[in-house]
């Protein structure tokens, strides 16, 4: 028997072709807004063409590849794919939607609420006293926190700026001016028991933020008070369906980049969730319809 050691694999290394979870619909507009910038900066030679720019791209952001691994099986640097990472990811990121126009877009088609929650996007350790500021008490783990405005089917309309993860949900609610934004549209919020104390209007006036009961020790809640729970929590449901949607982006699971990016990066992806998500049929509204009534049985005729 003769023993063979040579590498599979040829020169080159291997490469094999995946599919994408995302529509061509997302992959022609990444590719429009690309052909678009370079048209208006004036360069319009590029190593690939715009579709394959944003394929690569968007497997980046949605099955975090590795830039490495994408430029080897293109023909290109590594450098280039993060460079073209970070310009792509800056040009949907100007299109997001502000706060003040994205709640008056909601207040003119008729909107009465919104849903106002908060998460966290993890991230690696880092050394020295850069480390402390982004480790979270409340999730236990290093990340970026992020405030995020769904409208009442989950769609979602608002992403804050990243923030240091020790920074709680109220204190990144009041350095946006989250209620006076709210109040100025004419809006109202469902938030959960962490926004318990944004609210900051008059005690006689109707509440811009409207949130659950928290028991105490000594004071456990009432009947009442735990109906009024869980109609609320049902009621905000769909915030989290749009968490779910925003997170799909693998790239989210670790962000393994400069913290000041993520801003960027989430808000890209806002405008990318919102034009996936718009093409599926919406999966929040039932349609019940009455069962038809049975006919009573007919008596049987005994035969003669």
Same mark, same amino acid.
């Given at each position: 028997? =003769? ?7 040829? $020169? ?16 022609? &507009? ?7 910038? =370079? !048209?208006?900066?004036?360069? $319009?030679?590029?190593?690939?063409? @715009? ?11 949605? =099955?975090?590849? +590795? ?54 996007? +993890?991230?690696?350790? +880092?050394?020295? !006293?850069?480390?402390?500021?982004? &480790? ?24 804050? @700026?990243?923030?240091?993860?020790? %920074?709680?949900?109220?204190?990144? =609610? ?10 100025? @549209? ?8 962490? *926004? ?17 009961? !928290? ?14 729970? %869980? ?11 749009? *968490? ?9 699971? !670790? ?28 999966? *929040?509204?039932?349609?019940?319809? $009455? ?14």
């Amino acid at each position: 028997m =003769c023993e063979d050691n040579h590498a599979v694999e040829g $020169p080159d290394g291997l490469v094999y072709t995946a599919r994408l979870p995302l529509s061509s619909a997302t992959l022609n &507009y990444l590719a429009d807004v690309i052909r678009g910038h =370079c !048209k208006k900066i004036r360069s $319009p030679w590029r190593a690939l063409p @715009a579709g394959k720019i944003a394929g690569i791209v968007l497997a980046v952001l949605r =099955c975090d590849q +590795r830039p490495g691994d994408l430029a080897s099986g293109n023909g290109i640097h590594r450098t280039t794919v993060g460079r073209w990472v970070r310009e792509v990811v800056g040009l949907p990121a100007a299109r997001a939607p502000r706060l003040d126009r994205a709640l008056k877009k909601i207040a003119r088609t008729g909107g009465g609420i919104v849903l106002l929650d908060g998460s966290l996007i +993890r991230t690696r350790r +880092r050394t020295g !006293k850069d480390n402390r500021k982004n &480790y979270s008490g409340k999730n236990k783990c290093h990340g970026l926190l992020m405030i995020a405005l769904t409208g009442d089917r989950g769609r979602l309309l608002w992403v804050s @700026a990243a923030r240091p993860g020790r %920074t709680s949900e109220i204190t990144a =609610c009041r350095h946006d001016q989250l209620t006076a934004h709210l109040r100025a @549209a004419g809006l109202g919020a469902i938030a959960d028991l962490g *926004f318990i104390g944004l609210d900051d209007s008059d005690p006689d006036a109707d509440p811009t933020v409207i949130t659950g009961y !928290k028991a105490a020790r000594n004071r456990p809640l009432t009947r009442g008070q735990k109906l009024s729970n %869980t109609a609320l929590a049902a009621v905000r449901a769909p915030v989290e369906h749009g *968490f779910a949607h925003l997170k799909n982006w693998r790239v989210l699971g !670790k962000v393994r980049t400069d913290p000041t990016w993520a801003t960027a990066l989430v808000r890209a992806l806002l405008v990318l969730t919102n034009r996936e998500v718009s093409r599926r049929p919406t999966i *929040f509204t039932e349609v019940t319809r $009455p069962r038809p009534a049975r006919a009573p049985p007919t008596p049987r005729t005994p035969d003669p």
